[in-house]
């Protein structure tokens, strides 16, 4: 991987990384953060929301709907924000100083959490580190794509970042789990000494992702310059079309951004969850995390490999696979009841979404041309947001009113709407004489 990647995509790949280590552990953290008692959420949990005006009446609020709130404000200001963001840093023709106040941003919101006493405070330092994201994720993209010298290239170095930047959020969880706990196997949270300064395991944990934050910016300090090109971009054409080209049918990139908000948002069903899934499957806190990050463990695995076979054989065929192996693999996670198939399902989902995450993104490249690389880019980056705040948001509201399957089933729906508009709309946009000069 190595010698054949720009250097600058893997430094920026790195960073990602390190970033999103730190993020994927607040995954796992704030659900038990919010649940273990240190948090208060006295006069919120328990209220009863009533709906006027429609036949479903109302609500009682449960603890896995306030979990999907904090956890759904991060993808929700994250996702509206790149579309600013990724135009802003086209206009200017600037990428480092974005990424470097987003991951600033982000690490104070890591550091405020330990001194969250209240519902209303944890959310506040999401939404904290949710800004930091819309700042940091469309320009490194936009970075990615500008660093590619030929369409060759595209594929690849967006494979590299997605399986680096996932290989951090995939294992996160896991070490997130461990650092609680304090051991693969074990329950409740312990607590450190460290040099007489006792910490609890929540502490421990938001302080790797201010480290992880940290990390980051020392190498985009060190190491990343804006390319000059990138400056080029700032007057031309920012519009994001919804229309195709001739008039008639969708525009594929908008097109793209709808799929991969309803891909996302499927991925994300499964954090809110935590407490069912573990009383349903019997298993530890470990395990249920190990399960989370299968997704994108797999996709760590698939991602190279697949982004430089797109650059190949064409973008198009992995993403119309990608969605069709989605649908089966989110609906049996509403039905399974036992702790190794519901982690084969969650790897097979990962399989899916490798298919469908960098050949898009290599896609999206493909036609930025004079709209703007941060701009194009960011409605996939803003769609993925999106579909991860919108997931537990929705799994949580969907559990509340119904049962535990239907928040699977209903992602299954959503899967099959993606393959549909996907299979109809999206255009390939390699040609078959650039496919045969590709020597991958």
Not at 47 to 53: C, H, M, N, Q, V
Not at 131 to 152: K, M
Not at 170 to 189: M, R
Not at 339 to 345: E, F, N
Request: charged content about 15%; hydrophobic content about 50%.
């Amino acid at each position: 991987m190595a010698l054949n990647t720009d250097s600058r995509v893997l430094t920026l790949s790195v960073a990602r990384m390190a970033d999103a280590l730190g993020n994927s552990f607040l995954i796992i953290v704030l659900p038990l953060y919010i649940a273990s008692g240190e948090i208060s959420l006295v006069g919120i949990a328990g209220t009863e929301i009533s709906l006027p005006g429609t036949a479903l009446g109302g609500f009682v609020l449960r603890e896995e709907t306030l979990i999907g709130v904090v956890l759904s404000l991060f993808g929700l200001l994250n996702s509206f924000g790149q579309p600013f963001t990724g135009r802003w840093s086209d206009r200017l023709g600037r990428r480092k100083v974005f990424v470097l106040g987003g991951l600033a941003l982000f690490g104070a919101g890591s550091a405020a959490y330990p001194f969250a006493g209240t519902y209303w405070t944890v959310l506040l330092a999401r939404a904290l580190q949710g800004v930091g994201a819309a700042f940091t994720v469309p320009a490194t993209v936009a970075l990615i794509n500008d660093y590619a010298e030929s369409d060759s290239e595209r594929g690849s170095n967006f494979g590299v970042y997605n399986t680096l930047r996932l290989l951090g959020f995939g294992f996160g969880p896991i070490i997130a789990g461990v650092v609680i706990t304090g051991g693969l196997a074990a329950e409740g949270v312990v607590t450190y000494d460290l040099l007489g300064l006792v910490i609890s395991g929540f502490d421990a944990a938001f302080a790797v992702a201010v480290l992880g934050a940290a990390v980051s910016a020392g190498l985009v300090v060190l190491f990343i310059e804006d390319p000059p090109e990138a400056a080029d971009a700032a007057s031309k054409d920012l519009s994001i079309a919804i229309r195709g080209p001739d008039g008639r049918g969708l525009d594929s990139v908008f097109v793209l951004g709808i799929g991969t908000f309803l891909m996302a948002t499927t991925i994300a069903l499964f954090a809110t969850l935590e407490g069912p899934i573990r009383a349903r499957l019997g298993e530890s806190t470990f395990f249920f995390s190990v399960q989370f990050a299968a997704v994108t463990l797999a996709n760590v695995a698939f991602q190279i490999p697949i982004g430089r076979a797109s650059d190949r054989y064409g973008r198009r065929p992995f993403v119309v696979a990608g969605f069709a192996v989605l649908i089966p693999s989110v609906f049996v996670q509403g039905l399974v009841t036992d702790p190794w198939l519901m982690l084969g399902a969650r790897f097979i989902q990962g399989v899916a979404v490798a298919l469908v995450f960098a050949p898009s993104l290599a896609l999206a490249g493909d036609l930025s041309g004079e709209r703007g690389s941060g701009t194009t880019l960011s409605v996939l980056t803003m769609a993925f947001g999106l579909g991860v705040a919108v997931g537990p948001l929705a799994s949580g509201v969907l559990y509340n009113v119904g049962s535990f399957e239907t928040p699977f089933f209903f992602g299954a729906v959503l899967s099959v709407l993606a393959l549909v508009l996907v299979y109809s709309q999206v255009e390939e946009t390699l040609t078959e004489p650039t496919r045969e000069s590709k020597n991958i």
